[in-house]
């Protein structure tokens, strides 16, 4: 009996709180682990798989195949914007596996409408821009040895200032604004957050989408006046 009292008394004294660290408690904190370490791979992924594919071009140049589609009707232009279509295609399919591979295993909450919705409209507007990207730097090489040395300079630039390889929310201000105003990626992975963590609504994504369907825009128009030395040949 004195025993019993003695030990109702140190439980009113000293308050417990279990916590079971599988149930829904820390599960948010877990998915946003998750929603968050993912969409860095992916990104950072993305953008070398996109200067791979886009170096393509190079590879017809070298074997002549170049040449001859440039002399049908099809055009640069033509040649191009299909070209980036494919890639963005690619890119896409990418994107979906690396998320879907996060909804199983990890247990990222994917099929939620709002998540879903969020989550196509994102992967779409970040594919198109990294597959613009990658045509961009093709354009800009001459050989696909020296594409392959550039894009691992900027894309790894791009991934450590953009916050692929480290959360930008965790570095100071002044890093955070370079991240934001000088690579696309950083919008991308601001978007992907917005739908996983904040879970917000689709209309409240357009500054993410706005930037990288004007990225897509840029990177295209560059890449065409970049391609004009096959033209010239």
């Given at each position: 009996g004195d025993n019993g009292s003695a030990m109702n008394g140190f439980q009113g004294m000293v308050r417990i709180h279990a916590v079971n660290v599988h149930k829904d408690e820390h599960s948010s904190d877990w998915e946003a682990f998750v929603s968050f370490q993912v969409a860095q791979v992916a990104v950072m992924f993305l953008l070398f798989s996109m200067s791979g594919g886009a170096g393509s071009l190079l590879e017809e140049q070298d074997n002549g195949t170049l040449e001859r589609m440039l002399s049908s009707n099809m055009g640069m232009t033509g040649l191009l914007l299909g070209k980036w279509f494919f890639i963005a295609l690619i890119g896409v399919v990418?994107?979906?596996?690396?998320?879907?591979?996060?909804?199983?295993p990890f247990g990222l909450n994917l099929w939620t409408p709002g998540h879903v919705s969020g989550f196509a409209v994102v992967t779409l507007v970040t594919a198109a821009a990294g597959a613009a990207f990658g045509m961009v730097l093709a354009t800009m090489c001459r050989t696909r040895g020296q594409l392959g040395g550039l894009s691992t300079i900027i894309i790894l630039v791009m991934s450590a200032v953009g916050g692929s390889m480290f959360p930008r929310f965790m570095m100071?201000?002044?890093?955070?604004?370079?991240?934001?105003?000088?690579?696309?990626?950083?919008?991308?992975?601001?978007?992907?957050?917005?739908?996983?963590?904040d879970n917000a609504p689709l209309w409240q994504l357009w500054p993410?989408?706005?930037?990288?369907?004007?990225?897509?825009?840029?990177?295209?128009?560059?890449?065409?006046?970049m391609a004009r030395r096959w033209e010239a040949q």
């Open positions: 990418q994107l979906t596996v690396m998320f879907l591979w996060a909804w199983k100071s201000d002044t890093m955070q604004e370079i991240g934001k105003w000088t690579t696309f990626n950083a919008w991308a992975l601001d978007g992907y957050r917005k739908v996983f963590y993410q989408i706005s930037v990288l369907i004007g990225a897509t825009v840029v990177f295209l128009c560059v890449a065409r006046v």
